[in-house]
């Protein structure tokens, strides 16, 4: 299975949603669905950054069709006020692309208490799906697309400790958040099987790319990694490939993850590659599904 961009299927007529869209790999997933015709919604926390970015879009894809709405994934409040707003503008949704997120900062709690990692970067896009589900369900062939990392493979659900409330471990922390988003797409993939829907889930890791993810990398282990960096990286555009990939390729089934396939999945042409044995668990993921409701304070019902 390759894909290429240019020979990806017209979305003309499509509506997507592309959380973090005004920088890094959210604003060049933004650049390929607009090339490709589909109207996008930029969630951004920052209307003003947001704006920004749509203008500099707009330079480079003329003609594209963009639209900014305020999307805060530090507040439940937020992420419902958004969902509301979009409702009440459309009344279907073709793609869901869930790429917002936060990597490796000092400990903080969201706005509704949670460790903010696995707040902003899970429990607020498993919200965001919950509530636009209705709508996905009844657009034909509708995707969701979570954003996952090599970080998973580091990563385990500690339901003890998922909000940090006895330790904190930064990176720690963004594993789980990133194995979560990841167990979410299979296991929302199981249940839409079993409904019968046709919508698909769907999951994609950019492997590395030098973007503002990495501002809580100390600047000595950044100056001292730099010469590897170079090596294992590859650009924002060309990481936004096995998101683009998962969201836009005909051939992709649901359940199924997405990356580079070159260098130790780090760079590379995008990919169908595997995830952890520990990714798969059916009774973790039911498990965390079921603590996702709880926390969310939404019952989701496929
Ligand atoms: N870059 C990599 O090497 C890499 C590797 C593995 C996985 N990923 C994943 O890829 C995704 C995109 O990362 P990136 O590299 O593009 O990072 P980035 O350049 O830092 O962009 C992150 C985006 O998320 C937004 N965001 C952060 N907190 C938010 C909040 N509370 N509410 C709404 N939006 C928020 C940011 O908005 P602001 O501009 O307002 O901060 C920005 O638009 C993430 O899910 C990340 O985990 C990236």
Redesign the pocket.
């Known amino acids: 299975m390759s894909f290429n961009l240019g020979s990806a299927p017209s979305q003309k007529g499509k509506i997507a949603i592309v ?8 604003y060049e997933t933004t650049i390929g669905l607009a090339k490709k015709g589909a109207k996008v919604i930029m969630a ?3 209307l003003t ?1 947001a704006e920004k970015a749509k203008g500099e879009i707009l330079k480079k894809v003329s003609g594209a069709d963009l639209e900014c709405m305020v ?4 507040s439940l409040q937020s992420v419902r006020a958004f969902a509301k707003a979009y409702a009440a503008k459309y009344d279907k949704l073709d793609l869901l692309i869930e ?5 490796i900062p000092p400990f903080s709690k969201t706005a509704d208490g949670f460790e903010s990692q696995i707040g ?2 899970y429990l607020s896009h498993f919200l965001l799906t919950n509530l636009l589900f209705p709508l996905l369900k009844k657009t034909p062939d509708s995707r969701i697309v979570t ?5 998973h493979e580091g990563g385990k659900i500690d339901f003890e400790n998922l909000n940090a409330e006895k330790s904190y471990s930064k990176i720690g922390a963004y594993s789980q958040s ?1 194995l979560a988003c990841l167990m979410f797409a299979y296991e929302l993939q199981r249940r839409l099987e079993k409904s019968g829907s046709k919508t698909i889930a769907v999951s994609a ?5 030098n ?5 809580h990398i100390p600047a000595f282990f950044k100056i001292l990694m730099s010469p590897v960096f170079a090596l294992m ?1 590859h650009s ?1 555009e060309n ?1 936004a490939l096995p998101t683009l990939m998962a969201a836009l390729d005909p051939d992709v089934k649901g359940g199924s993850y997405f990356g580079p396939t070159g260098f130790r999945g780090m760079k590379g042409k995008p990919g169908k590659v595997e995830s952890t044995s520990l990714s798969h668990n059916e009774e973790i993921a039911r498990k965390l599904w079921a603590v996702s409701e709880e926390l969310t304070g939404e019952k989701f019902n496929i």
């Not at 959380?19 to 959210?26: F, K, P, Q, S, V």
């Not at 954003?147 to 970080?151: F, V």
């Not at 890791?205 to 790319?209: A, E, F, L, Q």
């Not at 973007?211 to 501002?215: K, P, S, V």
Request: charged share 10%; hydrophobic share 35%.
């Open positions: 959380t973090g869209a005004n920088i890094g790999l959210g951004c926390r920052n950054k999307l805060d994934l530090n790429n917002a997120g936060i990597m902003v970067n954003l996952s990392s090599k970080a990133k890791h950019p492997g590395v790319s973007t503002n993810l990495g501002q990286t924002p990481a």
